[in-house]
Structure formats: C-alpha cells, structure tokens
C-alpha cells in the first residue's frame, strides 16, 4: 500500500519568513496530493491539493510543487503569519482508488 | 449549513464496554470514512464506504465495524473497546467520480475516545 512520509515534524520560523514542508510518497500510481490543516483542537481543512498532470500550483500565498519522477511534494507558505500556526498534513491517493493516506504531520509554529 | 457531525464529541469508557459513534453528513455525499489520529501518526483510515451497504478497510481496521445503510449515516462501531484504541476520532465525507473519491474530505469535528 501507499506510505507517505513527511519532513520535518516540527518547524518554527520568524513571521515574515516562508516555510517549506515535503513529502516523499511511495506508490507510483497516486495521483492526488492535497494538503491538510488542523488548528488547534479543530478538524483537518483543505488548504490546496495539486493533481499529477500539473507541476506546481499557487494559492495566494500557499504553493505546492509535485516531482512525480522523484515521487514528492511540497508546500510553500510564503510571508508567514501567526495564523498559519498549526499542524499541516499532506496526503496522496489514486482517483481511481478510494484510500487517502496521510503523512504524519508538521507543526508549524510562526513567532511574532 | 452543509456539514458533517458526530456524536458524543467526548467519550471516555471502560474495557469491553460496546460504544458507537455516529456521523451524520447533509451534504448528499456518498463516500464517507473514518479516521484515527495518534501523536506523531497522522490520520489512519479505519474504514470508508463508496455507498449505502458499500464498505471496506482501510488500513487500521482491527477491532473496529462499520454500517452504511442510509446515505447519510456512517457510524463506527467499538465492539469491545481496549485502551490501545484511546484515540481522537474524525469522520470525513466526499463526492465520488465514477468509482473513486472525488476530492475534498470534509471532516466532522472528532471524537476523543478514552478507554480505560
């Protein structure tokens, strides 16, 4: 089955600063890699997700880049804020399938 | 207001005890899933269900059951809860294309479990 690992676990950075997290996916067949976060004591929320017929997609200031060859993503999150602080989780899936696995999971913490 | 709910939000049991909990989503969805979320672990998928009387594993299935026999209603089901599966809770849904998930999982706002 699909296993999806994510880097790091923890990342503190100074407001203002970007952020990059990445993931390594290991079914070559997954096509589907969204983002997930979850703030404190609230559910997980979509951020963005990307398909594998496209290299990198933007949302103002969230990004993600997918390397379908080297069979990882990351997201970018550029001019950081105190909101951003949360637990970020990355997940990939096959469209014709109907399991989503998670990575593990980075908490991001952005200090004033 | 589309969403999706569970119910008790807060749970905790002793050994053995049989427990349910429900999730109950309004937005005509027909994959539905459970998910168990451990420090350091992620979200681990129990169980999901592709349509009414349509379900199947996922990857922590152990000790876990599940129904769908309404579109809307996808409760899991602790049979005999052991304190390993003292976890925090969350059902999610989706639209479907064809045969797979469509995209987004909207998530319920969980259930924290503790069995004693």
């Known amino acids: 089955g699909e296993n999806v690992e994510q880097h790091p676990s923890t990342l503190s950075v100074q407001e203002g600063d970007s952020a990059v997290i990445k993931c390594t996916y290991s079914?070559?067949?997954?096509?589907?890699f969204p983002w997930y976060k979850q703030e404190l004591g609230k559910r997980p929320q979509l951020i963005i997700d990307?398909?594998?017929?496209?290299g990198e997609k933007k949302d103002q200031r969230i990004a993600v880049t997918l390397n379908k060859t080297a069979k990882h993503f990351s997201l970018h999150i550029t001019e950081t804020q105190p909101e951003d602080s949360a637990v970020y989780f990355c997940?990939?899936?096959?469209?014709?399938?109907?399991?989503?696995?998670f990575g593990g999971g980075t908490r991001v913490l952005v200090k004033p | 207001e589309a969403q999706v709910t569970q119910n008790p939000r807060y749970l905790i049991t002793v050994t053995g005890k049989k427990l349910t909990v429900t999730c109950s989503q309004n937005m005509n969805h027909e994959y539905m899933s459970w998910y168990r979320q451990d420090p350091g672990l992620g979200l681990r998928q129990i169980y999901y269900?592709?349509?009414?009387?349509?379900?199947d594993k996922g990857d922590v299935p152990e000790g876990y059951k599940v129904s769908r026999k309404e579109k809307r209603n996808f409760p899991l089901i602790l049979e005999s809860p052991s304190p390993n599966q003292t976890s925090l809770y969350f059902c999610a849904s989706s639209y479907t294309t064809g045969r797979a998930v469509g995209g987004e999982q909207f998530f319920g706002p969980g259930t924290r479990l503790t069995v004693l």
């Open positions: 079914d070559s067949a997954s096509n589907y």
């Open positions: 990307i398909r594998s017929n496209v």
């Open positions: 269900s592709m349509n009414v009387e349509v379900t």
């Open positions: 997940a990939a899936s096959w469209t014709a399938g109907n399991k989503l696995t």
